[in-house]
């Protein structure tokens, strides 16, 4: 509390002052709000060739914005959104939009949707998947579902088959983050993903030629490749990084360099200027 801080000082509203339990908790009863108050929308990030440039898919990044408390980063908020089981209804209005979104794009172009441990295993995920793509029209090869690793720490079991069960509507999975979590190469021996995003931390590593980093990078693209995944470098903000990255052989690139997450009349914007290419 900001009272009786010692001194006999008493200071005024500060909000660095209050606890993050106190902050969680008052996210937690606006973001129960939030959906019906349409204060969430969708930005799109373009994840291009690493050879060509040439636009592949874009991903879809929620955006909260409060009407007091502003644009609250969703590092804050999906964790609580996961904590209350809010991620169900708030991701699956992110899946229908993304898919609905992307019927605008040219039909090479995937959508790629992130899926939270917690929206994957309960509820009837396959069933709003098929949904999602029923009513949008999107064929479900250009749908990407992106998991993290921990999806595979939850208990009781029933990941993979419902992984397998995505799998064989036609989606394609990523595994998101890749080497941030508990990093277990048996589970690549289960699922084919399609594609392994390496995380940014990294990109950001090798960079600045950290030797480890490079060697797991280039490990870990040979590793996707044999297992004919492709890998996507994550938070590519240097011609430094890009060239990197591409020497070291992934195969696709997403990051500020080729573009921010934008509005969805932005993203579609790109399509209309010099041959879908996005530019830097
Ligand atoms: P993520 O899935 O790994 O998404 C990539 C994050 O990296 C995004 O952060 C993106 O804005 C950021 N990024 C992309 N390029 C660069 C770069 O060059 N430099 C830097 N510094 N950052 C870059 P964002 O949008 O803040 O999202 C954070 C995380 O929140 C996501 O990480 C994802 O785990 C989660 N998230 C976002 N939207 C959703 C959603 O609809 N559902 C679920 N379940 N999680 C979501
Ligand atoms: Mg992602
Ligand atoms: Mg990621
Ligand atoms: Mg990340």
Same mark, same amino acid.
């Given at each position: 509390?900001?009272?009786?801080?010692?001194?006999?000082?008493?200071?005024?509203?500060?909000?660095?002052?209050?606890?993050?339990?106190?902050?969680?908790?008052?996210?937690?009863?606006?973001?129960?709000?939030?959906?019906?108050?349409?204060?969430?929308?969708?930005?799109?990030?373009?994840?291009?060739?690493?050879?060509?440039?040439?636009?592949?898919?874009?991903?879809?990044?929620?955006?909260?914005?409060?009407?007091?408390?502003?644009?609250?980063?969703?590092?804050?908020?999906?964790?609580?959104?996961?904590?209350?089981?809010?991620?169900?209804?708030?991701?699956?209005?992110?899946?229908?939009?993304?898919?609905?979104?992307?019927?605008?794009?040219?039909?090479? $172009?995937?959508? *790629?949707?992130?899926?939270? @441990? &917690?929206?994957?295993?309960?509820?009837?995920? #396959?069933? %709003?998947?098929?949904?999602?793509?029923?009513?949008?029209?999107?064929?479900?090869?250009?749908?990407?579902?992106?998991?993290?690793?921990?999806?595979?720490?939850?208990?009781?079991?029933?990941?993979?088959?419902?992984?397998?069960?995505?799998?064989?509507?036609?989606?394609?999975?990523?595994?998101?983050?890749?080497?941030?979590?508990?990093?277990?190469?048996?589970?690549?021996?289960?699922?084919?993903?399609?594609?392994?995003?390496?995380?940014?931390?990294? $990109?950001?590593? *090798?960079?600045?030629?950290? @030797? &480890?980093?490079?060697?797991?990078?280039?490990? #870990?693209? %040979?590793?996707?490749?044999?297992?004919?995944?492709?890998?996507?470098?994550?938070?590519?903000?240097?011609?430094?990084?890009?060239?990197?990255?591409?020497?070291?052989?992934?195969?696709?690139?997403?990051?500020?360099?080729?573009?921010?997450?934008?509005?969805?009349?932005?993203?579609?914007?790109?399509?209309?200027?010099?041959?879908?290419?996005?530019?830097?």
């Amino acid at each position: 509390r900001a009272k009786d801080q010692g001194g006999g000082i008493v200071y005024a509203y500060e909000p660095q002052l209050h606890s993050h339990a106190e902050e969680r908790r008052v996210l937690e009863i606006a973001l129960r709000k939030a959906l019906e108050r349409d204060q969430l929308t969708v930005h799109y990030q373009p994840v291009v060739a690493a050879d060509t440039g040439a636009i592949e898919s874009f991903e879809a990044l929620l955006r909260w914005t409060h009407p007091e408390l502003g644009p609250i980063s969703p590092a804050k908020f999906v964790p609580i959104a996961e904590d209350t089981r809010l991620i169900g209804p708030i991701g699956d209005w992110v899946l229908m939009t993304a898919c609905t979104e992307a019927r605008n794009w040219p039909d090479h $172009v995937r959508i *790629a949707v992130n899926v939270s @441990a &917690e929206q994957l295993m309960n509820g009837n995920f #396959v069933g %709003t998947v098929v949904q999602a793509l029923a009513r949008s029209g999107l064929a479900a090869n250009r749908l990407e579902l992106e998991v993290t690793e921990s999806v595979f720490l939850r208990e009781g079991g029933g990941v993979t088959d419902m992984l397998d069960k995505l799998l064989s509507l036609g989606v394609r999975l990523s595994l998101d983050d890749f080497g941030t979590g508990y990093s277990s190469l048996g589970y690549l021996a289960k699922i084919r993903f399609n594609t392994i995003k390496i995380d940014r931390s990294f $990109v950001q590593a *090798a960079a600045k030629n950290v @030797a &480890e980093a490079i060697a797991i990078i280039r490990a #870990v693209v %040979t590793l996707a490749s044999s297992l004919d995944m492709t890998t996507t470098a994550e938070g590519i903000e240097t011609d430094r990084e890009l060239t990197l990255m591409r020497d070291l052989g992934a195969k696709k690139i997403q990051g500020f360099l080729f573009g921010r997450p934008m509005p969805a009349r932005d993203a579609l914007k790109l399509f209309n200027r010099d041959g879908e290419r996005a530019v830097a």
